[in-house]
Nanobody, 122 residues
Framework: QVQLVESGGGSVQTGGSLRLSCEAS????????LGWFRQAPGKEREFVAA????????SYATSVKGRLTISRANAKNTVSLQMNSLKPEDTAVYYC???????????????WGQGTQVTASS
């Protein structure tokens, strides 16, 4: 049974930082592309960042580039999202997900976590 469990969400002021983590089990972690997506109230789920199995190639949404950094530790089956300079528009539920394709399309991701809330307020 595959499980992805996110942690690290919370509330910060504008300009603050948070670090999200996602621990995976039940899959060959080092074979999967890992991604982060987010969904704000009343909006569709959107791509945030993705990372290849080796960790050498990344992709970011334009809105987060330079502020958010995705990383992974294959030995620990974890993927992280370092979030700096947070803005109110970053407020959303953040999900980690796993895919066998390097993609920004949520439909390409097979496994999903339950999500963690991030709130940035001014």
């Amino acid at each position: 049974q595959v499980q992805l469990v996110e942690s690290g969400g919370g509330s910060v002021q504008t300009g603050g930082s948070l670090r999200l983590s996602c621990e995976a089990s039940g899959l060959t972690f080092s074979s999967y592309v890992l991604g982060w997506f987010r969904q704000a109230p009343g909006k569709e789920r959107e791509f945030v960042a993705a990372l290849t199995p080796s960790g050498y190639r990344t992709s970011y949404a334009t809105s987060v580039k330079g502020r958010l950094t995705i990383s992974r530790a294959n030995a620990k089956n974890t993927v992280s999202l370092q979030m700096n300079s947070l803005k109110p528009e970053d407020t959303a539920v953040y999900y980690c997900a796993a895919s066998l394709q390097f993609s920004r399309n949520a439909l390409q991701y097979y496994y999903w976590g339950q999500g963690t809330q991030v709130t940035a307020s001014s």
